[in-house]
Structure formats: C-alpha cells, structure tokens
C-alpha cells in the first residue's frame, strides 16, 4: 500500500495559480510513475498530467499543455502539479495516483486511469468567472 495525501486545492479567480501537492508514504517513492487525474461534476475522471519515476519524462492532456507543470521530490516523497492560468472549466476534483514500475530510472508514463496501482482521496479545485 502507498497512502497519498494531496492538499492544495481551494477557490481562485480564473488566471490564478494553484499548486497541488500529493504526499506519499513509503520508501520507494521513486519506484512509482505518478499521474494527476481530475473529475468534475456529472463527468467521468480524466487524465491531467503524468510524471515519470526521476521527473525527467513529463506528458499532459491537451487541455492543460503549457499551464500546469507535473514535478516530483523523491527526497520528500512528494509529487506536484504547478497549475497556472486556471480556467472555470478546470473546476474539479484533482486525484493523484501511483503505479509501481520498480525502477528509479524509467521514462515510463501511462495516462489510463486502469494502469495506476493506488490513488489519492482527491482535492477540490474552484475557479470563478
């Protein structure tokens, strides 16, 4: 089992920034691809970004290319999305999640939602208009 924890999340005005941070317990974080999935209201979860087990290798959905940033700390066991512009439609609930490839070193990244091993509880992201 790995706990993650993310915190970070709140109310800001479209074109603020947020940045969510997923805490997790272990120690073999750095065996661990991270993912950020979102879910809003009425909408099934979908993926935001994934980051690889050294950081070096990053993938975003689309919709966030050039406004979030995924990052990790291995040091600290903590994964980051930096989230800047944010739009109203980014309005949902952010979930962080791990999937165990047992290697430091991996590129690997998956943006299925099936692939990852453990999720978060999840945080509440609101944008105003």
């Known amino acids: 089992q790995v706990p993650l924890v993310e915190s970070g999340g709140g109310l800001v005005q479209a074109g603020g920034s947020l940045r969510l941070s997923c805490a997790a317990s272990?120690?073999?974080?750095?065996?661990?691809?991270m993912g950020w999935f979102r879910q809003a209201p009425g909408k099934e979860r979908e993926f935001v970004a994934a980051?690889?087990?050294?950081?070096?290798?990053?993938y975003y959905a689309d919709s966030v290319k050039g406004r979030f940033t995924g990052s990790r700390d291995n040091a600290k066991n903590t994964v980051y999305l930096q989230m800047n512009n944010l739009k109203p439609e980014d309005r949902a609930v952010y979930y962080c999640?791990?999937?165990?490839?047992?290697?430091?070193?991996?590129?690997?990244?998956?943006?299925?939602?099936?692939?990852?091993?453990?999720w978060g509880q999840g945080t509440q992201v609101t944008v105003s208009s």
């Open positions: 272990g120690r073999t974080f750095s065996w661990y691809a």
């Open positions: 980051i690889s087990t050294s950081g070096g290798n990053t």
């Open positions: 999640a791990a999937k165990n490839v047992y290697s430091t070193g991996s590129d690997y990244l998956t943006t299925q939602r099936k692939d990852y091993d453990y």
